[in-house]
């Protein structure tokens, strides 16, 4: 069964911190997708990253970094010198390569950051 | 990234009454929609997979009969919730799925309070 994992409801860190989320996903296929998405206040969905189960390269783009480790199953995301406008729900999310679920997301609960100034 | 358009953005209704949400990709074209509620500090939860020119499939649990959709072309998909009462009151969001990226793109969500 497919299975996304969120241990942090929340996290509060003060400006400038890092911060790590955490996301440990289950799955028996060896085809799939990883991803996370942020959810500001106003509600919508923003894409922030996708990765295939065969690219194991971790991944920067500015202050935020993503470590996908298939040995523990996980797809950890760091934001560096977090900001007040990071504050959000962090979604984390598997998506597998079959033909009757192809495209669907299987998501966390979320883990919802506040950073203070 | 590629835009997804959901509207309204918000609405209220009297009990009883039908409202029609509309999601519509509007630089790339989605065989495939998504449709999803959310409730206050949980996760997204799947309602229906819609597919271009085919009868969607709904979640276990989700009433077909009350939660009609419709996609008619490859860039827009309705949700009509049907005779809506207070219980269905609560955020509603789209997705579209990019063929090529397998990436779904969501809309910026519909707030549903029936009266």
């Known amino acids: 069964a497919q299975k996304v994992t969120q241990a942090q409801t929340e996290i509060s860190v003060v400006e400038k911190e890092d911060v790590t989320l955490d996301c440990v996903y289950e799955?028996?296929?060896?085809?799939?997708?990883l991803f996370w998405y942020k959810q500001p206040p106003s509600g919508e969905l923003v894409f922030l990253i996708r990765?295939?189960?065969?690219?194991?390269q971790n991944e920067i783009s500015g202050r935020y970094s993503w470590n996908f480790q298939k040995s523990t199953s996980s797809f950890n995301f760091t934001i560096t010198a977090s900001q007040v406008v990071d504050s959000a729900v962090y979604f984390c999310a598997l998506s597998e390569d079959r033909g009757s679920t192809l495209g669907r997301l299987y998501f966390g609960r979320g883990t919802q950051l506040t950073v203070w100034p | 990234g590629a835009v997804v358009s959901q509207h309204p953005s918000w609405v209220i209704c009297k009990s009883g009454t039908s409202v029609k949400i509309e999601c519509r990709s509007l630089?790339?074209?989605?065989?495939?929609m998504f449709w999803y509620r959310q409730f206050p500090k949980q996760s997204l939860m799947l309602m229906a997979t819609?597919?271009?020119?085919?009868?969607?499939?709904?979640e276990q649990g989700v009433e077909k009969d009350k939660f009609l959709i419709n996609h008619a072309s490859l860039t827009l998909s309705t949700l009509t919730v049907t005779s809506a009462h207070p219980e269905d009151s609560s955020f509603y969001i789209c997705?579209?799925?990019?063929?090529?990226?397998?990436?779904?793109?969501f809309g910026a969500g519909t707030r549903l309070s029936v009266l």
């Open positions: 990765r295939n189960s065969f690219d194991e």
């Open positions: 997705s579209a799925r990019t063929g090529a990226k397998n990436i779904q793109y």
């Open positions: 819609s597919n271009e020119g085919s009868k969607a499939t709904y």
């Open positions: 630089d790339f074209q989605a065989t495939t």
């Open positions: 799955t028996r296929d060896t085809t799939y997708y």
